[in-house]
Structures are given as C-alpha cells and as structure tokens.
T-cell receptor
Framework: GAVVSQHPSWVICKSGTSVKIECRSLDFQATTMFWYRQFPKQSLMLMATSNEGSKATYEQGVEKDKFLINHASLTLSTLTVTSAHPEDSSFYIC????????????FGPGTRLTVT | GEDVEQSLFLSVREGDSSVINCTYTDSSSTYLYWYKQEPGAGLQLLTYIFSNMDMKQDQRLTVLLNKKDKHLSLRIADTQTGDSAIYFCAETSGASKIIFGSGTRLSIRP
C-alpha cells in the first residue's frame, strides 16, 4: 500500500526555538495532506488541511502563525512549530490523501515533539 | 458539532471475541471507519463502512452500523495478542476531514 513518512520521528527542542516536521508521500502524489495532533491517551485532533500550492485551512482554535504549514509539492508538506513552548509537546501525525475514496487516506508514523 | 465517543478500555481473553463500540452524532456521516494504532506507530485503516450499509465483514472483522441510533461496533473474532492496540472509530461527512473518537485500548489476557 501507499507509504507516508515523517521526519524526524522524534525531536527535543528548547523553549523559544522553532522546529520543522516533514511529511512525505513516498510512492504516490497527494492532492491533500492533513496535520493532526494527538495528546497522550487522547484522540487525534485535526489541526489543518493543506492542498498543494495553496494556503492551509486551519481548524478553529489552531494558531496559524504558530503552526506554519507549507505544502510545496504533491509529495511534501511541512509543519513548523514556531517559538515552541512546553505545552506544544505532543505527537504530531500527518496524513496524505490520494483521492476522495474512503480508503485512500494514508497516515504517517507520527513525530513526537518534546519542548524543554 | 461532530462528536465521536468510545469507551477507553477493553480487556478480553485470548481466543475470545472483542467488541468495541462507538457512537457518533453527525447524522450526515457518509463513511465510518475503524483504525488501529500500535504503540509509537501511525494509524492503520482496518475497515470502513458506507452509511447505507448495516454490516460489513472482512475475515476476522465484522462491522455493524445502526444508523438510527448512530452506533457503530467492531467485532474481532478469535482475538490474538497481536490485536493489542488502540482502536479508533472515525467518521466523515461531505467535508473532507475525518473526525476521530478518543480510541479504545484493547488489551489481551492469556
């Protein structure tokens, strides 16, 4: 099946710094990519939807100036957490969609961010 | 708004059937999904059902949908240790986004 990778798989950064997380579709082109955040023992919360070449659509309550999303190509989307704080520590998961078919959205393995 | 709810934990004996339940609120849901998440890993789509279906079976997995009660269940027959994971119920309506439940942690005891 289709593979989505994320890099890095885990990262530790200091408060106030920025960190970039990459999401790649390895063997397919993704028209749309999604970024989720998952707190321990909780569900996935959709942060934003991004389409290649256009601005991301953020969910209510998600600060777009803090979580910068760039969808530069059909195989790459990046999430940059700017001026990170400890409360940004979380598991960030991306997914990539090939089409609107229900079984054609594939999830990456996630990136664990710890802000100290 | 849309909401999807699940119980947090389920423990079953190896070889028994596991039944994970889910309720949702969005009456315009078109697809309902079950995803599996193993520790430290991403989500794996197990199965999905279209909202006009009542049941779907795929090997050891059986999905039942009661649209009137907005209730979805996943039955895993002959549960094995490899089935230990968190199972997420999810739904999508006409919009593109998938709404997830809180996940049910399934543990298997010998």
């Amino acid at each position: 099946g289709a593979v989505v990778s994320q890099h890095p798989s885990w990262v530790i950064c200091k408060s106030g710094t920025s960190v970039k997380i990459e999401c790649r579709s390895l063997d397919f082109q993704a028209t749309t990519m999604f970024w989720y955040r998952q707190f321990p023992k909780q569900s996935l919360m959709l942060m934003a939807t991004s389409n290649e070449g256009s601005k991301a659509t953020y969910e209510q309550g998600v600060e777009k100036d803090k979580f910068l999303i760039n969808h530069a190509s059909l195989t790459l989307s990046t999430l940059t957490v700017t001026s990170a704080h400890p409360e940004d520590s979380s598991f960030y998961i991306c997914s990539a969609r090939v089409s609107s078919a229900p079984d054609e959205q594939y999830f990456g393995p996630g990136t664990r961010l710890t802000v100290t | 708004g849309e909401d999807v709810e699940q119980s947090l934990f389920l423990s079953v004996r190896e070889g028994d059937s596991s039944v994970i339940n889910c309720t949702y609120t969005d009456s315009s849901s078109t697809y309902l999904y079950w995803y599996k998440q193993e520790p430290g890993a991403g989500l794996q789509l197990l199965t999905y059902i279209f909202s006009n279906m009542d049941m779907k079976q795929d090997q050891r997995l059986t999905v039942l949908l009661n649209k009137k009660d907005k209730h979805l269940s996943l039955r895993i027959a002959d549960t094995q240790t490899g089935d230990s994971a968190i199972y997420f119920c999810a739904e999508t309506s006409g919009a593109s986004k998938i709404i997830f439940g809180s996940g049910t942690r399934l543990s298997i005891r010998p």
